[in-house]
């Protein structure tokens, strides 16, 4: 029979537990109803933070668990244990034959008078930074505005954080003597303090807020120090408590500290009641974080299922970027062992502190912190508790970090966030997993915060698996490789190449990358002497090749703006050789059943109105959407038209490993849709926003910002760093957002390399650019002024002109679409 | 029944399209070592006359034409698909002589 699972609570781990639910219940056991207070479906919280790049909720929401009652806006508000059944804020009710509380937690407001004033907020919920925003926004004073965060821990920091985003100045309060109290010790922290001060954050530590007080417009804080603040908005993050009331009313166990006490089971009092996450208190214990939550979501849907998992107690070890400034802390980070030692090492110069915490005979990694370089976190974290070789110090020392993965022991997690061990990866390569994708599906390892990827690859490299980046058959150098051969050695042809660096006679891998390869050195018109014959269909023939064997013809629209005597050449042009015309999703006009002997004379007419390959064809960049921005729309801040347009003319003809797409958006309404790109511009008050790496198609991803509020010639600047270093350095086919993931290092490698030019190959990668920029010339232009080229846009070698006889059409919607060769035609009476 | 056209016209390591009469479309190919091979030019899988537009090349040392429309292989002696060797191209008797190259019927 069909039991009854009611799940309170719809945050992260409710999120998690309703997944592991529907992953795991093969035979349909429990029905799920789900009761979430806020109206949205889950977020990622820990992220929330970055809601304040983009205002999109929608980035931050957990993808939807199918097959699950959902009643957003529904909270529980009694319980009767008894009748096991659940009244709700709608008035329903709801019965259950097991009830999950996953409550989370509340923000903490300590008693300062005046906190209940307009201005005044808590940092929790996108709801809260909506309403943060509101009230920036309404203080629209002018000059800087500030700020006030209570409280320098971990959501502090990132709570000031999103204020600096919203282009206020923060002012950090902490009642302990140093920031991060729990997670870093004096030394870290001070190195801490350095760092975030230099991002305009003022930190005041060993003090709080005494009082609140309205001040016209604004708000003065009173600290105990005596030091007043002048402030816009004031924002709550001293801590958390976990929300138990509801377990308090139905009568069960409450922690010391709050937080409902549950079992290893994560049982309550009542054998039909779990509680898991943050409003869970286990062993004594409430937790904070995300991971032990998630971890306590695995337990209950495992016993729910007959399963006899248990809760071991989670390891509160944390890494994290805040304000860019890298933070760990893990294990024993304040030595609190009898006899502990630690080894510290504080390069003030470098902005590094590393600490390592080990057992009075040294033998024993107990814990440690990291502030300004947390690399080594991922490689020491698994090491707690376990025996170490040599001295200590080699763990920290600067370049001693480089621990062989082949010491760890199997039961040592690898990925913490979904706690994945060594043993369970190593697994998964001994049945075949070959490559870190295919580590990411089966064993979910890397999947959350990614810090172990590098570990996944290190781990393949220890198993033996040959992570071959081989080209194909006939080369052995992968892309990357094959083009600094080169525009290293000078060879200009494809059979140069393949006898000097290759085997046999090429194929259809090879032979368009290496046409790439050379269209982005600029050895000349991609139809010239033997690069023809590397060319794929489309690039031979300039145009797209379509299902019937019928090319489609697709002008440059830059930026999507087209004046009306263009418009009509083009309606000509397809009326006269009755082409199906459409409007493709990137602001252009596709013409579809163009024969290969037609083009050249669609082209010529294109051509004369002023027109020019659009590059639909090519692994190149194909075009910038726009919205209006400031030209017409009301609420755009830049103009984004005439930005797309410069960039399109820019890009246009670039030949990359990927097509590339671009948009620019002239507000944060984001109507050019720019993150779903592989280059996106926002505008922003103050200039434009870069984002990179986004992508629509099979695996649709947004693109991640680069850099902020940057003028157009910085803008410009970065662009081009960022196409060529993508040229010359990717995969084939591998799109922008693939490339950036598999970096060593992801997004904050990729902006090393290209904003603080850590490689020194800016200079050279913009040379490259300008070169581009400066050769480029229309492809279909050339081949017009070129009789060689024009002869090989015929039907037939022997009957030029003939049309092909497989190619027919027949009439839907008012337009030619093409017959199907092999296919009868059912003509509808 | 055969047609024939200057070998000039075909570039190597590329194909041409060729009409025979009763509407038959051959699709000739050249390779780098200078051989030259016929097959029907409709590839059998898209169902499309675009064979002679495809990449030439080898596959494990087989001379192979890849057609551009899912890139499926054949092997350009036989016709065979290196994919799939249930399927297969006609082959065309074709030859060069005097600079010309001559295709005839199957």
New interface residues.
Partial sequence: MTRTLVIVGYGMVGHRLAQAMRDRDVHGAWRITVLAEETRPAYDRVALSSYVHTWDAGDLTLPAVVGVDLRLGEAALEIDRVKREIITSKGERVTYDALVLATGSAPFVPPVPGRELPGCFVYRTIDDLDAIREAVEAAGRTGRRAGMVLGGGLLGLEAANALRGMGLSPHVVELAPRLMPIQVDDGGAGLLRDLVQKLDLTVHTGTSAQVIERDGQRMVVKLTSGVELDVDVVVFSAGIRPRDDLARAMGLTVGQCGGVVVDEGCRTGDANVYAIGECACVAGMVYGLVAPGYAMAEVVADRLLGGTATFPGADTSTKLKLLGVDVASFGDAHATTEGALEVVFNDAVAGTYAKVVVSDDAKTLLGGILVGDASAYTMLRPLVGRAISGDPAALVAPAGTDVALGSLPDDAQVCSCNAVTKAVIKGAIAEGCADVPGLKSCTKAGTTCGSCVPMLKQLLTEAGVAQSKALC??FDYSRAELFEIVAGSGVSTF?ELITKHGR?????I???AVASILASLGTGHVLDG?Q???Q???D??LAN?Q???TYSVVPRIPGGEITPDKLMVIAEVARDYGLYTKITGGQRIDLFGAT?DQLPHIWRRLVDAGMESGHAYGKALRTVKSCVGTTWCRYGVQDSVALAIQLELRYRGLRSPHKLKSAVSGCARECAEARGKDFGVIATEHGWNLYVGGNGGFRPRHADLLVSDVDTDTLIRLVDRFLMFYVRTADRLQRTSAWIEAMDGGLDHLRAVIVDDSLGICADLESAMHQHVGAYADEWRGVLEDPEKL?RFT?????PG?P????SFREERGQRVPV????PEVVSP | MSVQFPLTNLLPNRGVAALLPGDVQVAVFRTSDDRVYALSNIDPFSRAAVMSRGIVGDRDGVPVAVSPMHKNAFDLRTGVCVDDPEVSLAVFPVRVDAGMVMVGAP
């Fill in positions: 058959e006939h059979s046999g006679f090429g194929c259809d090879c032979k368009p033997e023809a014959s590397l794929d269909t489309n031979h023939f090749l299902r019937n064997g290969v002869a039907s037939f070698v022997n009957a003939t092909d006889p497989t190619i199907q060769l092999g296919i």
